[in-house]
C-alpha cells in the first residue's frame, strides 16, 4: 500500500507576525506512508489548486487603441481570470495585410480556471463587445485576442492551436512577450522567448510606447 515512491507538492499557510500568513512551498519526494505521516504532522495544512497560466496578445488599430486595450484588459480580469503582469506597450506596422492603420500590441499574463475552450470562448464574445468585426483576414479591427500559450500545453483541434502557430515568427508578439516571459520554454520548438526574439527575421516595425 506504502510502496509507491511519490512527489508530493504541500502548500502550507504559516502563522506569522499574528495573523498575516507567510507561504511556504514544501516538496517531498516521499514514499506515501512519510508523505502522509508529514502531511498529518503539519499544523495547517490544506491544498491549493494551482491555476493555469496562459499568455494572450491584445492588438487594435481602430478608434481609441489605448481605451480599447483597457476595455479589453478589464473584461479579461472579470470574465478569464487575475492578470498577473502586463508588457510595455508597443506600436507596430501592420501584419499581413500592409495597407491599413498601425497597431497597439500588448501582452497580458493571466491565471484561470477556464479551460482552453472556455478561454477562447470568452475572448471571442469580448471581441464582440467591443466590436470586433471580421470581414476579411488581417484586417483592421477595434480588439484581437490570441492565446499564444496555455501552461505548456499543445492544443491541435479545428477551433484551437496552442501554443499561436505564428508567435515565432512575429516580432510584435515576441517583444511584448519577452517583456513577461523571456525563460519561458515554447513547448514544441524547445526555445525561450529569448531565443525566439533573438532568432526572429520579421523586418516588421515594432516599437515601444
Same mark, same amino acid.
Not at 507561504?23 to 508529514?38: D, G, H, R, V
Not at 477562447?120 to 479591427?141: C, P, S, T, V, Y
Not at 515554447?186 to 516588421?204: A, S
Given at each position: 500500500?506504502?510502496?509507491?515512491?511519490?512527489?508530493?507538492?504541500?502548500?502550507?499557510?504559516?502563522?506569522?507576525?499574528?495573523?498575516?500568513?507567510?507561504?511556504?512551498?514544501?516538496?517531498?519526494?516521499?514514499?506515501?506512508?512519510?508523505?502522509?505521516?508529514?502531511?498529518?504532522?503539519?499544523?495547517?495544512?490544506?491544498?491549493?489548486?494551482?491555476m493555469?497560466?496562459?499568455?494572450?496578445?491584445?492588438?487594435?488599430?481602430?478608434?481609441?487603441?489605448l481605451?480599447?486595450?483597457?476595455?479589453?484588459?478589464?473584461?479579461?480580469?472579470?470574465?478569464?481570470?487575475?492578470?498577473?503582469?502586463v508588457?510595455?506597450?508597443y506600436?507596430?506596422?501592420?501584419?499581413?495585410?500592409t495597407?491599413?492603420?498601425v497597431?497597439?500590441?500588448?501582452?497580458?499574463?493571466?491565471?484561470?480556471?477556464l479551460s482552453?475552450?472556455?478561454?477562447l470562448?470568452q475572448?471571442?464574445?469580448?471581441e464582440i463587445?467591443?466590436?470586433?468585426?471580421?470581414?476579411?483576414?488581417?484586417?483592421?479591427?477595434?480588439?484581437d485576442?490570441d492565446?499564444?500559450?496555455?501552461?505548456?500545453?499543445t492544443?491541435?483541434?479545428?477551433?484551437l492551436?496552442?501554443? !499561436? %502557430?505564428? +508567435? =515565432?515568427?512575429?516580432?510584435?508578439? $515576441?517583444?511584448?512577450?519577452n517583456?513577461?516571459?523571456? *525563460?519561458?520554454? !515554447? %513547448?514544441t +520548438? =524547445?526555445?525561450?522567448t529569448?531565443? $525566439?526574439?533573438?532568432?526572429?527575421?520579421?523586418p516588421? *516595425?515594432?516599437?515601444?510606447?
Amino acid at each position: 500500500m506504502f510502496g509507491c515512491s511519490v512527489v508530493a507538492f504541500l502548500y502550507v499557510a504559516v502563522p506569522f507576525s499574528g495573523n498575516n500568513l507567510t507561504w511556504c512551498k514544501c516538496l517531498y519526494n516521499l514514499n506515501k506512508k512519510q508523505a502522509m505521516q508529514k502531511w498529518c504532522s503539519l499544523e495547517t495544512p490544506f491544498l491549493t489548486y494551482i491555476m493555469p497560466t496562459t499568455y494572450l496578445l491584445l492588438g487594435t488599430n481602430l478608434g481609441n487603441k489605448l481605451n480599447n486595450l483597457q476595455q479589453a484588459t478589464e473584461r479579461i480580469m472579470g470574465r478569464v481570470g487575475d492578470v498577473t503582469a502586463v508588457s510595455w506597450l508597443y506600436q507596430t506596422d501592420a501584419w499581413g495585410k500592409t495597407n491599413q492603420a498601425v497597431f497597439l500590441n500588448q501582452v497580458l499574463c493571466v491565471n484561470t480556471q477556464l479551460s482552453p475552450t472556455e478561454l477562447l470562448d470568452q475572448i471571442q464574445q469580448i471581441e464582440i463587445d467591443l466590436g470586433r468585426e471580421r470581414h476579411e483576414k488581417w484586417g483592421a479591427r477595434t480588439i484581437d485576442i490570441d492565446i499564444l500559450f496555455y501552461d505548456q500545453q499543445t492544443i491541435i483541434t479545428q477551433r484551437l492551436l496552442i501554443p !499561436h %502557430p505564428y +508567435l =515565432h515568427t512575429r516580432r510584435f508578439t $515576441l517583444m511584448p512577450l519577452n517583456d513577461l516571459a523571456p *525563460n519561458f520554454v !515554447h %513547448p514544441t +520548438l =524547445h526555445k525561450t522567448t529569448q531565443q $525566439l526574439l533573438d532568432e526572429c527575421q520579421d523586418p516588421l *516595425n515594432v516599437a515601444r510606447v
